[in-house]
């Protein structure tokens, strides 16, 4: 803190001490650290006092490394899951934010030693607390972590022995939400975060029984690695100056047993990088659950579509037929759901409405996309019903037709032929924006794609391989919809 | 003859402009009445009035014995009795361009009649090849000439056998020969003793065919008789004037 207050001065240009420390660091370039303040404190929050500065235990040892080396600290904020990637373009030299100690990781990147021991600890419901206390006892049940984490490589073991289903979240805090909703069984995480829910919102017990051990790093790119050995030997004197200690302490999460561990961190020689077996990542690896991941996006995208089709004809219809009060609802239903971000609309579905009506992940994915994309679809058949002539219904009416027989064998033929190749192109766009599902733990064809690309390391052949997929779906629809619009071009 | 259509008194108005002040009509049945004028004259009003798509303010229409009121078109419900005994031929034929012509034909009396579909089918067939488009019932409206889908339009309304027929403009898609063979046509659809009202300026086809001509001008009867009389030595200058642009394309 107080170097972080000497570098605010010098920034406001007020500075009188430790003058020639920031001279000299500023002839440097900044060291440029990474991490993600989405994940927040203990690791890296923004301060509430001030939200364009961080805090938390990584942001000291970022800038201890960065004292060490003699430079400015300046953080970059990046996606958790996507630091890998951010350093390896550059973005910064870096990647601290709770990163764990993974052989893909050894095999990728350069880390440091590892400063600090977490336990992978399981969450359950009070209520379950002598029922589920290891990963054996659920067995068929769900279980939720964070995405490409150790822990969910942990579940994804556990789900081939005993039949366990994963749930990946792309944040830390709506797995223990979900958990007290009732909506997963357990939660296993890091023990930093499970304490720091627990005290957040409770609700929940935390198993005392490691179900692993784990440690933090940080990572550089394996160009880097020179660098990163200079942060090594930073690390290692602020372990045995105490420093370190301090930090932990300041954000309570140091114990005894993580006093044990830094005396063996500094006794070990370094861990040699890419030293574990190298697994298989090829792309046969990885079909299976990329065919499953597309089997959920077809039939997310079915489903959500034909709700989007039955509502948007009931909604145009109102608006078209329907008596004043109802067309102005209609209307604001309309250009609500039209004005807000689908993403929006699917967190308060899922998450903003889990007090009042509990729905599974894949039901509120096919509501959430349905009830959006029928907004769209109304409007497409208002504008059909409007193009059908005048005459038409005229001619309809000199027949003997009634109003809804006019409907049904004048009106609505002619009107589904004009809203055929709009209705298709929304399909195409829905197939797409299904992978936005992905926020409320739905694992759909794009999601499974980031977590191919993060294990891979690289987005090159995973990303080609979704966008075959993806196009193999979409392409041949939008040729049966041209066709059926050269068949159906009315005259 | 007994009176197909009556109509008396009738007035109209589109937004605060009249359109028809007080025009009296008759059509006995058996008889061909061409409805006469300028673009502009009402005569198209005359029509939807009748056929109950517009309403009117003052006057009585009665056809085919159902009775119009002074006021908002009644809703379809109540207008059953009206349907089943006028027919209407658009001037654009308004097919309905997703059904085939025999589909156009057998529409109404499969579902606002309720008739079997093989009886439907057959009183359908007999129409279109009385009208001599038989052999076009498979095909779809984009696929027919004019005149194809004019007469395949007039036996799409002749189906529920209506005693009264309204046509707008008949003759404006058809070339001289296909005016003769629709003239015909009509003539034998009088002749089974249905009224028909034509709405048309199309003065050759009128002095042909019509029995009695009647003109409109700017919303008032000005001339009326039979088709020989009034389209030789018409009275009115509304008349004349229609007799002037004769030479000229409908």
């Not at chain 2, 009003?45 to 085919?64: S, Y």
Request: hydrophobic share 50%.
């Amino acid at each position: 803190m107080a170097c972080a207050a000497v570098l605010l001065g010098v920034a406001l240009g007020m500075g009188a001490c430790g003058r020639s420390a920031s001279t000299e660091a500023a002839a440097k370039p900044p060291f440029r650290w990474g991490g993600d303040a989405e994940g927040g404190a203990p690791f890296v929050e923004a301060d509430p006092a001030d939200p364009r500065v961080v805090r938390g235990f990584d942001v000291e040892i970022a800038g201890m490394i960065a004292e060490g080396l003699g430079r400015k600290p300046r953080f970059v904020q990046v996606a958790w899951a996507s630091i890998g990637q951010s350093l390896e373009r550059g973005d910064f030299e870096i990647g601290m934010s709770g990163v764990e100690d993974r052989p893909e990781m050894r095999e990728r990147y350069a880390l440091t030693i590892p400063y600090f021991e977490f336990q992978e600890v399981l969450a359950v419901r009070p209520a379950d607390r002598d029922r589920y206390r290891t990963l054996a006892d659920l067995a068929g049940r769900r279980v939720g972590t964070l995405g490409a984490t150790m822990a969910h490589d942990l579940l994804l073991e556990a789900q081939k022995r005993t039949g366990l289903v994963p749930v990946s979240y792309d944040d830390d805090i709506h797995p223990y939400t979900d958990l007290v909703a009732g909506r997963v069984d357990a939660v296993l995480l890091d023990n930093v975060i499970a304490d720091r829910s627990l005290r957040r919102t409770g609700g929940f017990v935390i198993q005392p029984e490691p179900v692993a051990t784990g440690a933090y790093v940080g990572v550089f790119a394996r160009r880097n690695t020179a660098l990163r050995d200079s942060a090594n030997a930073i690390l290692r004197a602020r372990m045995q100056d105490g420093s370190l200690e301090a930090s932990f302490r300041r954000w309570e999460v140091w114990s005894d047993a993580q006093a044990a561990y830094h005396q063996r961190v500094l006794a070990e020689a370094p861990a040699e990088d890419g030293a574990g077996a190298t697994r298989d990542r090829s792309v046969r690896a990885y079909l299976p659950a990329l065919a499953r991941a597309a089997g959920v996006t077809v039939v997310l995208s079915v489903l959500a579509m034909a709700l989007a089709v039955a509502l948007g004809i009931a909604v145009a219809a109102g608006r078209v037929y329907g008596p004043p009060v109802v067309r102005v609802a209609l209307a604001v239903y309309v250009e609500v759901v039209r004005g807000t971000p689908v993403l929006l609309q699917l967190f308060v579905l899922y998450y903003g409405l889990a007090s009042v009506v509990r729905l599974p992940a894949f039901a509120a994915a096919v509501i959430g996309l349905g009830l959006n994309y029928a907004a769209y679809e109304s409007e497409i058949y208002r504008a059909a019903l409007q193009a059908v002539p005048r005459q038409q219904l005229e001619a309809a009416r000199t027949l003997g037709l009634s109003e809804f027989q006019a409907l049904r064998l004048v009106r609505g033929p002619q009107a589904l032929r004009h809203a055929l190749a709009p209705m298709t192109n929304d399909f195409v766009a829905l197939l797409k924006d299904s992978s936005l599902v992905s926020v409320i733990t739905v694992v759909e064809l794009t999601k499974q794609t980031a977590i191919y690309a993060t294990n891979a390391g690289s987005w090159v052949v995973p990303g080609i391989l979704c966008a075959l997929i993806y196009l193999s779906l979409s392409l041949p629809l939008s040729h049966v919809a041209r066709r059926l619009e050269r068949r159906w071009s009315v005259a | 003859m007994s009176g197909a259509l009556a109509v008396r008194g009738l007035q109209a108005v589109r937004g605060s402009k009249p359109v028809l002040r007080g025009v009296d009509l008759d059509v006995a049945a058996g008889e061909i009445v061409a409805l006469m004028g300028v673009s502009g004259a009402g005569k198209s009003t005359v029509l939807r009035v009748v056929a109950a798509l517009e309403p009117f303010a003052a006057g009585t229409v009665q056809a085919g014995g159902f009775a119009l009121h002074p006021g908002p078109v009644p809703r379809e419900s109540r207008l059953r009795g009206l349907r089943a005994k006028v027919g209407m031929v658009f001037q654009a034929h308004a097919l309905f361009p997703h059904l085939t012509a025999l589909e156009n034909v057998t529409l109404a009396p499969v579902h606002a009649l309720r008739w079997p579909a093989a009886k439907a089918d057959a009183v359908a067939m007999e129409l279109l090849d009385g009208l001599g488009v038989g052999a076009r019932a498979s095909a779809y409206p984009r696929e027919l000439s004019g005149g194809e889908a004019q007469r395949v339009a007039i036996a799409r309304a002749l189906a529920p056998d209506p005693m009264v027929l309204l046509m707008d403009e008949p003759t404006s898609a058809l070339d001289p020969a296909r005016r003769g063979a629709l003239g015909e046509a009509l003539r034998g659809l009088a002749r089974q003793g249905r009224g028909l009202l034509i709405a048309t300026h199309d003065v050759d086809f009128a002095r042909a065919h019509a029995d009695r001509v009647v003109v409109l001008h700017e919303g008032v009867l000005v001339e009326a008789g039979p088709a020989a009389e009034v389209l030789t030595r018409p009275t009115h200058p509304a008349t004349r004037e229609l007799l002037l642009h004769e030479a000229e394309p409908a």
